[in-house]
């Protein structure tokens, strides 16, 4: 069964020329050839990539796979490495997800044959392909592309030539937000402590650690009467590792605090360095009354902002956030399209300068504020500043790119004959 894929691939990469095709050579580069075939399965495989045709012009394709070789070959003038055994093996992987398009090793064969190639052929193919490309890519890194450097004065020099004809900034506002988390509160803290001292209690008095384990511990490994299997120093938290490693076999720890919650462990092997626990553990969530109480703080503090407190002093005091926090909540500039999706609609509703409506999602609770508005207006240098950097460092590259390919090709032997 032959596989779309695999004919789009045997098209542009078949090495073997048919009975039927009379083959020549089209161009040499120093002691090397290409022939006919090979610019067209290069044409063939271009346009498999959906390269528009415009670009498949033949003198072009033709003269870049010189420009191509030219580069392999003073590469390795230059003596740059590459590593052949990485090399081989990424093109054994390819070959092998190719392979894996089939369903049998038979139907792949099958297909290999009716093409006149083997699986050794192509896995060799992809390794020259690859190797090519990593000794331009080198040879691109070390002697092109790192002589290549962009000023601050080349960048405002082109900024000023042409941010007239830049897109233009559309309306844009100042936001700022006010975050609160639901955490749990003290109380829910004192009444996960009570329950964890009830069990362990219940554990002095002599019942089983797995079935209290199993009925009341808050972590999956109840499924398992709490074993967590083994585990060496550095793989738990450290107040449960410190706790569970002062252990004996068979021992029973009093009850450890960490992020998690409350636990109680119970050591039962110690192998070598790892040791064997299980645990029984108590979390300490947030309730529907945590947030019942932070859903009416945050309406209290968009009153007190539509009375007229600073919504900025207000985020700098309830504020969850620590970035935005010290800025009087704000966080960042925005246009219409730029603001959180799932907030957008919310914030574009309520005007510049009143506080939207308190918004929440898992577990954490907003109010927003479109605080200024900045007209519709050219990009600053600022703004733009790594942009250009990009473009003239890309543009600077090919340049030197052109130089040196062209000086390359005054030292070296060409002939084209298409």
């Given at each position: 069964?032959?596989?779309?894929?695999?004919?789009?691939l045997?098209?542009c990469?078949v090495?073997?020329?048919?009975?039927?095709?009379?083959?020549?050579?089209?161009?040499?580069?120093g002691?090397?050839?290409?022939?006919?075939?090979?610019?067209?399965?290069?044409?063939?495989?271009?346009?498999?990539?959906?390269?528009?045709?415009?670009?498949?012009?033949?003198?072009?394709?033709?003269?870049?796979m010189?420009d191509?070789k030219?580069?392999?070959?003073?590469?390795?003038e230059?003596?740059?490495?590459?590593d052949?055994?990485?090399?081989?093996?990424h093109?054994?992987?390819?070959?092998?997800?190719?392979?894996?398009?089939?369903p049998?090793?038979?139907?792949?064969?099958?297909?290999?044959a009716?093409?006149?190639?083997?699986?050794?052929?192509l896995?060799?193919?992809?390794?020259?392909?690859i190797?090519?490309?990593v000794l331009?890519?080198?040879?691109?890194d070390?002697?092109?592309?790192?002589?290549?450097?962009?000023?601050?004065?080349e960048?405002?020099s082109?900024y000023?030539?042409?941010?007239d004809?830049?897109?233009?900034?559309?309306?844009?506002?100042?936001?700022?937000?006010?975050?609160?988390?639901?955490?749990?509160?003290?109380?829910?803290?004192?009444?996960?402590?009570?329950?964890?001292?009830a069990?362990?209690?219940?554990?002095?008095?002599?019942?089983?650690f797995?079935?209290?384990?199993?009925?009341?511990?808050?972590?999956?490994?109840?499924?398992?009467?709490g074993?967590?299997?083994?585990?060496?120093?550095g793989?738990?938290?450290?107040?449960?590792?410190?706790?569970?490693?002062?252990?004996g076999?068979?021992?029973?720890?009093?009850v450890?605090?960490?992020q998690?919650?409350?636990?109680?462990?119970?050591?039962?092997?110690i192998?070598?360095?790892?040791?064997?626990?299980?645990?029984i553990?108590?979390?300490?969530?947030?309730?529907?009354?945590?947030?019942?109480?932070?859903?009416?703080?945050m309406?209290?503090?968009?009153?007190?902002?539509?009375?007229?407190?600073?919504?900025?002093?207000?985020?700098?005091?309830?504020?969850?956030?620590?970035?935005?926090?010290?800025d009087?909540g704000?966080?960042?500039?925005f246009?219409?399209?730029e603001?959180?999706?799932?907030?957008?609609?919310?914030?574009?509703?309520?005007?510049?300068?009143i506080p939207?409506?308190?918004?929440?999602?898992?577990?954490?609770?907003?109010?927003?504020?479109?605080?200024?508005?900045?007209?519709?207006?050219?990009?600053?240098?600022?703004e733009?500043?790594?942009?250009l950097?990009?473009?003239?460092?890309?543009?600077?590259?090919?340049?030197?790119?052109?130089?040196?390919?062209?000086?390359?090709?005054?030292?070296?032997?060409?002939?084209?004959?298409?």
């Amino acid at each position: 069964m032959k596989k779309i894929i695999w004919i789009a691939l045997l098209l542009c990469l078949v090495l073997n020329v048919s009975a039927e095709l009379v083959d020549k050579i089209v161009a040499r580069v120093g002691s090397e050839i290409i022939l006919l075939s090979e610019l067209e399965r290069q044409i063939a495989q271009m346009r498999t990539a959906n390269i528009s045709e415009d670009l498949l012009e033949a003198s072009e394709v033709l003269q870049h796979m010189v420009d191509q070789k030219l580069m392999v070959q003073k590469a390795r003038e230059m003596d740059i490495k590459v590593d052949e055994d990485a090399i081989k093996k990424h093109a054994e992987r390819y070959v092998q997800q190719i392979r894996a398009q089939y369903p049998s090793e038979a139907d792949f064969q099958n297909d290999l044959a009716k093409m006149k190639f083997t699986q050794r052929d192509l896995e060799h193919f992809f390794a020259e392909q690859i190797t090519e490309n990593v000794l331009s890519e080198q040879l691109m890194d070390q002697y092109i592309s790192k002589e290549v450097t962009i000023s601050d004065a080349e960048m405002l020099s082109y900024y000023e030539a042409t941010k007239d004809s830049m897109a233009v900034k559309p309306v844009t506002w100042e936001l700022r937000m006010i975050l609160r988390e639901v955490k749990a509160s003290e109380e829910t803290g004192i009444a996960a402590r009570e329950t964890i001292d009830a069990i362990q209690a219940r554990l002095a008095a002599g019942e089983d650690f797995a079935e209290l384990a199993s009925s009341q511990s808050d972590c999956p490994s109840s499924q398992q009467g709490g074993d967590l299997g083994y585990f060496k120093r550095g793989m738990m938290v450290k107040p449960f590792e410190d706790a569970a490693f002062a252990l004996g076999i068979g021992e029973i720890s009093p009850v450890v605090e960490s992020q998690f919650g409350y636990h109680i462990i119970k050591v039962t092997d110690i192998r070598g360095e790892e040791v064997r626990a299980s645990h029984i553990l108590k979390t300490v969530e947030a309730g529907e009354a945590d947030e019942e109480r932070e859903m009416a703080l945050m309406q209290s503090i968009r009153e007190r902002i539509l009375s007229g407190e600073s919504f900025a002093d207000l985020a700098a005091e309830y504020s969850t956030d620590p970035a935005s926090a010290k800025d009087g909540g704000l966080i960042g500039e925005f246009s219409e399209a730029e603001f959180p999706e799932l907030f957008a609609a919310p914030i574009m509703s309520s005007p510049v300068g009143i506080p939207t409506e308190v918004l929440k999602n898992e577990g954490l609770i907003y109010i927003f504020l479109r605080d200024k508005e900045i007209a519709s207006r050219v990009y600053s240098f600022e703004e733009v500043k790594e942009q250009l950097k990009g473009f003239l460092t890309q543009s600077k590259t090919l340049e030197a790119y052109d130089a040196w390919i062209e000086e390359a090709k005054q030292d070296s032997f060409i002939e084209i004959s298409l």
